[in-house]
């Protein structure tokens, strides 16, 4: 079970990281080794831990079996593995893991923490808001109806938890407001991309028909519906930078 044991993993990192300057501590040693601890061992490997789970939402699941084993060849994670893996993402990563943002190690390693939890933030959401899950979805759903994850229900999920400032209507704090810019830029980049082209007539045969989808489709009504919770959130927002914060997603749709 990759979310258990992913979970397991992290509450382990989150039991190293208070102990790092105590545990990486030698006589007339520098904080080098502390530093490579906190930024690369615990930090790569709570990447791999996070990866391990994002795999399951709109993956395939691909088993090397031969014809006499009488078993499936391709297969793909059910819709409660799914949106149990979001759930853990918007826990374990979209949520700002204060545990790896530690201001007591930063005067010995000076590592910027919060960039490099962003550089994971995006990338993950870059890779589970994508053609390629969109892909793997609609096919899932249209092999398996009953049993299939949407993509639009993936985007709603995604979006509830990366906004819920919007619902709650409580301030949204630094890090998050740099992680919802990151959805907004993930958004904008597929209204962006040019969808339509007049190909020459032997080009016809090579041409992706990613843009004869619904997937540009559900992006821009998703937009749609997510410019319409900003302006209302707008509205009434008293707190400073997250009204301009919020004005400058709108501006950016």
Do not use: C
């Not at 630094?174 to 919802?180: E, F, H, P």
Request: proline share 3%.
């Amino acid at each position: 079970d990759p979310i258990k044991s992913s979970t397991y993993g992290i509450e382990n990192l989150k039991r190293i990281v208070p102990n790092i300057l105590e545990w990486t501590r030698e006589p007339q040693a520098n904080y080098r080794s502390a530093q490579k601890l906190h930024s690369v061992l615990v930090f790569l490997q709570y990447y791999k831990y996070l990866t391990h789970v994002s795999k399951n939402i709109g993956g395939m699941l691909r088993n090397w079996v031969k014809r006499d084993q009488n078993e499936k060849v391709y297969g793909y994670p059910d819709r409660e593995t799914q949106r149990s893996s979001v759930q853990f993402l918007h826990r374990e990563l979209f949520e700002t893991p204060e545990w790896f943002i530690r201001k007591d190690l930063f005067p010995y390693i000076g590592t910027n923490s919060l960039e490099g939890i962003l550089s994971i933030q995006r990338f993950i959401l870059f890779d589970i808001i994508s053609h390629r899950a969109y892909t793997n979805l609609t096919l899932f759903q249209t092999m398996y109806a009953g049993n299939s994850y949407s993509f639009s229900e993936l985007i709603d999920d995604v979006e509830k938890g990366i906004w819920k400032e919007l619902r709650s209507k409580t301030n949204i704090s630094l890090s998050r407001r740099s992680l919802q810019k990151a959805y907004a830029e993930r958004l904008i980049n597929f209204l962006t991309s040019p969808k339509f082209r007049n190909p020459g007539n032997f080009e016809y045969l090579f041409v992706s028909v990613e843009n004869l989808s619904d997937f540009y489709s559900i992006i821009k009504a998703h937009a749609q519906n997510l410019m319409k919770e900003i302006e209302v959130a707008f509205r009434i927002e008293r707190d400073e930078l997250t009204k301009w914060h919020l004005k400058d997603v709108l501006e950016r749709l």
